[in-house]
């Protein structure tokens, strides 16, 4: 019976203990976010997947049918805010509309170049926007609809697709690469936390 006693007075001690620290590290000031906004430029051929992709990331909704997807509200851009370390960033993220002057590459922070992996001449389209985009803001070159790969999409001739993650370049502009499906959240999140942490990189060494 002591025992029990004695047992039970040190269950309560120790849960004493750390109720007391829990409110030691309450009291210690904690170090403000730094807040960051970024505009995101999504890029590349139509149908490609760029506005399921933004409204995956932003939404994490996902419609089969192009025609159950509404696109992105008048503005153009959709708004997401995360945290890196101990910064929080709120994401601008723009589709980028052909039919738009220029000015609304203005002010990008980041592009992100989408290509679809079962049409080979996606992949050739967003090489020629790569070499159209006067910039030296980070670049992201995306391979969307990852979940339609079969062992026939595998024959297809695109440098770097089973590769993601690795650098690559065209012409004088280096980019990464990633693989993506926005229909099973494949890299979706991981390809906007990679670039955001290069466009903060980017932004300090500038500073």
Do not use: C
């Not at 309560?12 to 309450?26: A, D, E, G, P, R």
């Not at 997947?49 to 192009?66: A, E, L, M, Q």
Request: without cysteine.
């Amino acid at each position: 019976m002591n025992s029990l006693i004695e047992h039970l007075i040190r269950i309560n001690s120790i849960q004493n203990i750390k109720h007391n620290i829990n409110l030691l590290l309450n009291d210690i000031p904690q170090k403000p976010l730094t807040k960051y906004l970024f505009k995101i430029m999504l890029v590349g051929p139509s149908g490609v997947g760029k506005t399921s992709i933004i409204k995956r990331f932003v939404r994490d909704v996902f419609n089969d049918t192009t025609s159950d997807i509404p696109g992105l509200p008048g503005d153009g851009f959709l708004n997401k805010e995360i945290t890196i370390g101990s910064n929080k960033v709120t994401l601008q993220i723009w589709e980028y509309n052909p039919e738009k002057n220029e000015d609304q590459l203005k002010l990008t922070s980041g592009f992100i170049i989408v290509y679809d992996v079962t049409k080979p001449e996606t992949f050739t389209e967003s090489q020629s926007f790569i070499k159209n985009i006067n910039t030296t803001a980070p670049m992201f070159l995306v391979g969307n609809k990852n979940d339609l790969i079969t062992i026939d999409t595998k024959k297809i001739p695109i440098p770097l697709w089973n590769e993601p993650g690795k650098k690559g370049a065209i012409d004088h502009y280096t980019y990464n690469h990633y693989l993506t499906s926005a229909k099973t959240n494949y890299n979706i999140n991981i390809v906007f936390e990679s670039i955001t942490k290069r466009m903060l990189e980017r932004l300090k060494l500038d500073s």
